[in-house]
T-cell receptor
């Protein structure tokens, strides 16, 4: 399968714990995005990488959130000191370098904070 | 900033035609995209309009009027498998991230 993959698919954690999610984009895609989606809402943009550079961050991305894409390939999203409000589906997407190219989404990581 | 409005729910029967409207407000417009998302699934791309007019892809068509900040997704010959959420989206000011509407849930019955 050559699509976007995410790991883990589900994560249950207790409030205050740290969690880390991984995204493997389509191999030739240099753009990578993280979104968050809650029930009944559309995906909300969190952050964007072009190659290894993090070029855009949403105001939604509080200082408890950090994302990396160390070699311009896979990316990680870490949430520190999780809160119940962080419970959501975290989606990763990738695209080719042209502006306005189709974004390909992964299956998401569903986070539940107890 | 960017904002989009679309109806929250639409219902239809198999074989019918449905139009899902989307109005948007944006500073800096690159185009209007449509994505489909089945329950528990990932959003998948349906169409993209950068210029005014109608784009047709099989049973689905998408329309854009930039002067009216309006677009729609037209689904023809509806099938049960078309039951899903449909999102319109515009690009952020930087032309990178997608800003999604809240989605329209389409229910197709037999």
């Amino acid at each position: 399968d050559t699509g976007v993959s995410q790991d883990p698919r589900h994560k249950i954690t207790k409030r205050g714990q740290n969690v880390t999610f991984r995204c493997d984009p389509i191999s030739e895609h240099n753009r990578l995005y993280w979104y968050r989606q809650t029930l009944g809402q559309g995906p909300e943009f969190l952050t964007y990488f072009q190659n290894e550079a993090q070029l855009e961050k949403s105001r939604l991305l509080s200082d408890r959130f950090s994302a990396e894409r160390p070699k311009g390939s896979f990316s990680t999203l870490e949430i520190q000191r999780t809160e119940q409000g962080d419970s959501a589906m975290y989606l990763c997407a990738s695209s080719l370098g042209e502006v306005n190219n189709e974004q390909f989404f992964g299956p998401g990581t569903r986070l539940t904070v107890l | 900033g960017q904002s989009l409005e679309q109806p929250s729910e639409v219902t239809a029967v198999e074989g019918a035609i449905v139009q899902i409207n989307c109005t948007y407000q944006t500073s800096g417009f690159y185009g209007l995209s449509w994505y489909q998302q089945h329950d528990g699934g990932a959003p998948t791309f349906l169409s993209y309009n950068a210029l005014d007019g109608l784009e047709e892809t099989g049973r689905f068509s998408s329309f854009l009027s930039r002067s009216d900040s309006y677009g729609y997704l037209l689904l023809q010959e509806l099938q049960m498998k078309d039951s899903a959420s449909y999102f319109c989206a515009v690009y952020s000011q930087a032309g990178t991230a997608l800003i999604f509407g809240k989605g329209t849930t389409l229910s197709v019955s037999s």
